[in-house]
């Protein structure tokens, strides 16, 4: 209450300054109003706080000359101001280009777009400027509101003139018909096959209005009341139009989602909910509630424009579709990463045993590459190519590469939530399940780690045996050092060299589910299958074959593609900018180890050995650790589940540890 009282006197003085300037009938400045709400604004908001207007009240009940002029002020500034634009556009996505709106609200952020003077909107613009208006104007009582409206003397938006009415019809009647011409997009179309038998709601809500719109405007009230047909018929063919927008988000695990459509979708359901808002204040069924809703329909148009630049709600909405359709195919994916019985258990070891082959072979090559006289850029190249051969080829043989797993199956742990929670109502049976699951995914881990490793070192070290074989040469005596230095955590950042290749294998993950979720989308499949020259030159049959190949495994090549060049590059590209960047697998940690050894002659000091093994241990801790955190958060956000679920999965999996630590890290005797 002090605070306030110690406000009358700015008012009092704010006044005093303005005096002769509120008198001039030609004075239309904003300035007076600006400075007037800098008093009134809060310094800070709080949910539970009510701001208290009641000094100014006061102050204009005392000084009557002042309220004649501040009257009289406002009448100037407000009359004929336009705001059918704070309906129709104001906070709604502009544009199906996700990027574009994301830039230009950015820059509105800091340097906001003034429209025209003769709207409302530059009014708010200038008046109510902060983010946070909207919310201590809300905090403000009804009844004092009710009182600054009375002794000001404000007309409602059903005065005789029927002006407010007027750009209220205007603004809804913008916002049905771009909805309408947006829902008749092909690309949208498609979405829901299931309303292509029936008249569109779109087209029927558009008629509707259009015929209350003549008639409100042809009406001598400029209103309409409750029981209204037409009325009654809008929130009808509303619902159909809310039903038709979650279906098509609903069909996008069918027909796959593209970043324009999914913001086309976006802004129609942003422009329902702002019919559904505005649509009310056409109804008066009492003289009473003319007065309540010029001042409801105030807040509102503060609060719309107050909110039009908010980064996070549009980057939350328009992501979270997306991150969920990317989550949902890596969840198919990794649920063949996680074992359940003895004998798939020994089948992941023999599928990682498989990768570890590989990648010796590719640690020989990278060893060779390094010998090769050439630019910074041409080794990235050459280390890139190697990666990327390696990857691929270790995802079409079938074998396993431990650390690809995380990325894959931290969506199929939240799938688990979802689906304890479908099945049983109680918490502790879902995050039982979790902890279950979970537990299945690191002993999964754990024997994927150990066939990587035991199969990549003595490869490596057969391999390059063989080489000093056949040519006489040790190619690893010049860079043993170097090798093994590589996994010392005191002598090189091995935490931050291991986490970058687990965003890497994070970004993998990302990237399959996006290739995925754009071919089913663009039906890629249904091209392939029915391409005219293909079935011209395979023939039917193959070309079927060709199409389910690429279903199947073009999504994964690619991921594999771009992690090789991921992890063949990070190191030029440190050396460019200077920084200390570079990459740390677990299964090449390994075959380096194995390197180093036969590098200095098969002898390594007992520090090197302990330090090398607790690097390779550290290093794949960090690969799965950063790879599965990032894509749990991602598969959470798309799930929009609250950071507390995170909470009560780990104490599941502690309590579940503590009871059964050997199953994570041996199957059952019995599946």
């Not at 406002?74 to 009359?79: E, F, M, T």
């Not at 994927?448 to 390059?464: C, I, K, Y």
């Not at 860079?479 to 291991?498: F, G, R, Y």
Request: hydrophobic letters at 45%.
């Amino acid at each position: 209450m002090k605070k306030e009282q110690d406000k009358e006197p700015k008012v009092r003085s704010l006044f005093g300054r303005f005096k002769s300037q509120l008198a001039d009938s030609d004075y239309r400045s904003v300035d007076f109003l600006v400075l007037l709400i800098d008093v009134i604004r809060p310094k800070r908001i709080n949910l539970l706080y009510q701001v208290d207007i009641q000094f100014l009240l006061d102050y204009l009940h005392a000084a009557p000359a002042d309220l004649a002029d501040f009257q009289l002020y406002l009448k100037r500034i407000l009359a004929g101001k336009d705001f059918d634009q704070l309906i129709s556009d104001t906070g709604i996505i502009s544009y199906a280009d996700f990027f574009y709106e994301l830039k230009k609200r950015i820059t509105e952020r800091y340097l906001p777009f003034q429209p025209p003077k003769s709207t409302l909107q530059y009014l708010l613009n200038q008046v109510f400027y902060k983010s946070s208006d909207a919310d201590w104007i809300a905090a403000v009582p009804q009844e004092q509101l009710d009182e600054l409206f009375h002794i000001c003397k404000f007309e409602t938006i059903y005065d005789e003139t029927g002006f407010g009415m007027i750009e209220i019809l205007y603004g809804l009647e913008l916002l049905v018909q771009r909805i309408t011409g947006r829902a008749m997009e092909t690309d949208v179309n498609k979405m829901v096959p299931e309303f292509q038998n029936f008249d569109s709601p779109f087209i029927a809500i558009m008629r509707e209005f259009t015929e209350l719109n003549d008639r409100i405007l042809q009406s001598d009230n400029k209103f309409i009341s409750s029981d209204d047909l037409s009325y009654k018929q809008i929130w009808v063919l509303h619902k159909q139009c809310e039903s038709y927008i979650e279906t098509a988000f609903d069909n996008s695990h069918r027909f796959g989602i593209s970043i324009k459509v999914n913001q086309s979708l976006l802004r129609m359901r942003q422009q329902l909910e702002r019919i559904r808002e505005i649509l009310p204040f056409l109804v008066i069924d009492d003289p009473d509630e003319k007065k309540q809703k010029t001042i409801a329909l105030a807040r509102t148009l503060i609060g719309y424009n107050s909110r039009k630049s908010n980064i996070r709600k549009l980057a939350g909405q328009s992501t979270q579709l997306l991150a969920y359709e990317i989550t949902h195919h890596t969840a198919q994916t990794g649920e063949h990463y996680i074992t359940s019985s003895r004998q798939e258990y020994w089948k992941m070891f023999r599928s990682a045993c498989g990768g570890g082959l590989i990648v010796g072979v590719m640690c020989i090559i990278k060893l060779l590459l390094g010998k090769i006289h050439t630019s910074e850029f041409g080794h990235a190249f050459l280390y890139s190519l190697n990666y990327a051969i390696g990857f691929t080829l270790i995802y079409l043989f079938g074998a396993t590469l431990a650390t690809k797993q995380p990325a894959m199956t931290a969506s199929a742990l939240v799938n688990a939530i979802e689906q304890g929670a479908l099945e049983q109502g109680s918490n502790k049976h879902r995050y039982w399940i979790f902890a279950e699951l979970f537990a299945r995914l690191f002993r999964s881990q754990f024997i994927a780690f150990v066939g990587n490793v035991a199969m990549a070192f003595p490869m490596s070290l057969f391999l390059v045996w063989a080489i000093q074989q056949l040519f006489q040469v040790n190619i690893a005596s010049a860079k043993w050092l170097h090798l093994v230095n590589d996994l010392n955590p005191i002598k090189t950042p091995v935490v931050l060299h291991a986490s970058i290749a687990g965003v890497f294998l994070f970004l993998s993950g990302i990237i399959a589910g996006s290739i995925s979720n754009r071919d089913k989308h663009n039906s890629v499949y249904y091209r392939i299958q029915e391409h005219p020259m293909l079935k011209k030159i395979f023939g039917q049959a193959k070309t079927n074959k060709i199409a389910a190949f690429y279903e199947k495994k073009w999504a994964g090549i690619v991921s594999n593609v771009w992690f090789g060049i991921f992890m063949g590059t990070t190191a030029s590209i440190g050396l460019f900018l200077g920084l200390n960047l570079d990459i740390r697998h677990i299964t090449f940690a390994s075959g380096n180890l194995a390197l180093g050894l036969f590098g200095h002659g098969m002898e390594l000091s007992t520090d090197i050995w302990v330090w090398g093994i607790l690097g390779i241990g550290i290093i794949g801790f960090f690969n799965f650790m950063v790879s599965f955190s990032l894509s749990l958060m991602l598969a959470f956000r798309s799930r929009n589940l609250s950071s507390k679920e995170l909470v009560k999965m780990g104490k599941a999996v502690w309590i579940y540890f503590k009871i059964n630590p050997k199953l994570f890290f041996f199957p059952p005797r019995k599946s």
